[in-house]
């Protein structure tokens, strides 16, 4: 399985960015997810969805963001609305949740938010 995020730039407060994740392999039946790392501070959880749609996010952005995804196309998504400079790292997808761990990521792509 190998994952591709893109979608990251340079927005304002306030504004939107959309992110996707696309997924070679078979990934229907895994748990996709984003975490995010800004400089110079440990990889944060962000957002997870089930293979049922089940959703979750960090408290940091509940009402704000919202992760769906297209099985069809083996795409995750991860919609930022009212972006803060505090959502300012690099966001990186995540598939097959194996407890507390991640069986697979991607690259990470550079969210920066300016104030």
């Known amino acids: 399985v190998q994952l591709q995020a893109s979608g990251g730039g340079l927005v304002q407060a306030g504004d939107s960015l959309r992110l996707s994740c696309v997924a070679s392999g078979r990934t229907r039946s895994y748990t996709m997810a984003w975490f995010r790392q800004a400089p110079g501070t440990e990889r944060d959880f962000v957002a997870e969805?089930?293979?049922?749609?089940?959703?979750s996010y960090a408290d940091s952005v509940k009402g704000r963001f919202t992760m769906s995804r297209d099985l069809a196309k083996n795409t995750a998504y991860l919609q930022m609305n009212k972006l803060k400079p505090d959502d300012t790292a690099v966001y990186y997808c995540a598939a097959q949740r194996i407890g507390n761990q991640f069986g697979y990521w991607g690259q990470g792509t550079l969210v920066t938010v300016s104030s």
């Open positions: 969805i089930s293979w049922s749609g089940s959703e």
